[in-house]
């Protein structure tokens, strides 16, 4: 709900604008990533991943971008709507032999003005 | 969302006092996990399985212990609750892909 926006970074932008999302991931060996998008109240939905042998992939008004050199993923949005106003945060998965380990980031507020 | 449902959505309990959160899901997903989620942390995971009567700890395990006695039902419980449990807990579901699907989450207070 309300609680999981506070602390948080937060984006402002304009109904039309584009927006973009960033994160930092913490392990070089994380072979695959997630976004995330919370909408207040609810639970997190899945949006798009991504494999760490890519370094883009499109989705429907989405577009992830992978630079494993700094370790940072960012989530584009285009054409940004009232309905996108959540929390996004995403997600790496790190290998544990034959497990694996999904670590989540705090996330970002987005907040779209009409 | 996978079909996961979680029951209770909202809870208040006392110091103390036990309470068990089910997770429940119609897609015969192999793993289920259970996660916190708390102001300026990202989500936690507490316990996760791997099948039925499999399961394993988290990274904030301490304070809960769980059962997964069929597919499709993952409960967590709390023995004797305290105000530090006091969180937001989501369950999530995997088929065997890396991607996670969630539920609509469990509000508990502890007072």
């Known amino acids: 709900g309300e609680s999981v926006g506070l602390h948080l970074p937060t984006l402002s932008v304009q109904e039309g604008d584009n927006s973009i999302i960033n994160c930092a991931y913490s392990?070089?060996?994380?072979?695959?990533f997630i976004w995330y998008k919370q909408e207040s109240g609810k639970g997190p939905q899945f949006i798009i991943d991504i494999r760490s042998n890519m370094d883009k992939r499109q989705g429907q008004r989405v577009t992830v971008l992978l630079n494993k050199t700094v370790k940072h993923l960012s989530l584009q949005i285009a054409a940004t709507q009232p309905g996108d106003s959540a929390v996004y945060f995403c997600a790496e998965n790190i290998p544990l032999g034959s497990n694996y380990k999904l670590t989540f980031g705090k996330g970002t507020l987005l907040t779209v003005n009409p | 969302d996978a079909g996961i449902t979680q029951s209770p959505r909202h809870k208040v309990t006392e110091t103390g006092t036990p309470v068990t959160l089910r997770c429940h899901q119609t897609?015969?997903?192999?793993?289920m996990y259970w996660y916190r989620q708390d102001p300026g942390h990202g989500l936690r995971l507490i316990h996760y399985s791997y099948g039925v009567k499999d399961t394993d700890k988290g990274e904030v395990s301490d304070g809960y212990s769980v059962s997964r006695s069929k597919t499709e039902d993952f409960l967590l419980t709390l023995e004797s609750a305290t105000s530090s449990q006091t969180s937001v807990y989501f369950c999530?579901?995997?088929?065997?892909?890396?991607?996670?699907?969630f539920g609509p989450g469990t509000r508990l207070t502890v007072t």
């Open positions: 999530a579901t995997s088929g065997g892909g890396r991607e996670q699907y």
């Open positions: 392990n070089s060996a994380s072979d695959y």
């Open positions: 897609e015969n997903h192999r793993y």
